[in-house]
């Protein structure tokens, strides 16, 4: 009885594309931790140009989806269609033209995504008990400490917390491209042996 043994193929190591790419990585790395930086120290302005991005980008999905409905205005999908495009456009211009309360009412959607995020987490560690689960339960805890501070101080806290997120997400993952493209630029890749 013969044995067939099956072998899972090895992971595509990318490093050796990635080499010759990881100047351009390390300079995007850098630009996304000196805008973060910058966004950290005026969390005004990087609150309110987040939320008029947004806008923007909600307005020009609303156009599309108008462009779209139009198109199959004769389908079964065009009520739906027009529905949502409706919505993107509504919330997209109120986002630009009040940019203040859009930072309000997203801080507050926010603060209860953090807070439904918390409870979760500390629920299922407390519940399941998995390899690691007070690291899950810690992060719950944060989670609903940043809520807490959140909504404690709403609506002034919609005047900064957009922005400080962001600049911490761009500091993070600048960071995260600055460290890759060290690590890339060191890998000395195996040099295949002669026969």
Known sequence: ???HLTTSPLPFDERPSLQRVWGLMLVLGLVSVV????AISSVF???????MVLGGLL???G???VIHAITVRNLKGFAIHLLSAAIYLVGG???LEDPVQAAAVLTLIISAALFVAGVLRIVIAATTQFHGWSWVMFNGVVDLVLAGMILAKWPDSSLWV???????DLMLQGWSWVFLALTVRAYDAPR????
């Open 1 to 3: 009885m013969s044995q």
């Open 35 to 38: 805008v973060g930086l910058v």
């Open 45 to 51: 302005v990087a609150t309110l140009a987040s939320v």
């Open 59 to 61: 307005v020009i999905v």
């Open 63 to 65: 156009i599309t989806e």
């Open 93 to 95: 211009i109120f986002m």
């Open 162 to 168: 957009i922005g400080l997120f962001v600049g911490i």
């Open 192 to 195: 295949p042996t002669v026969a």
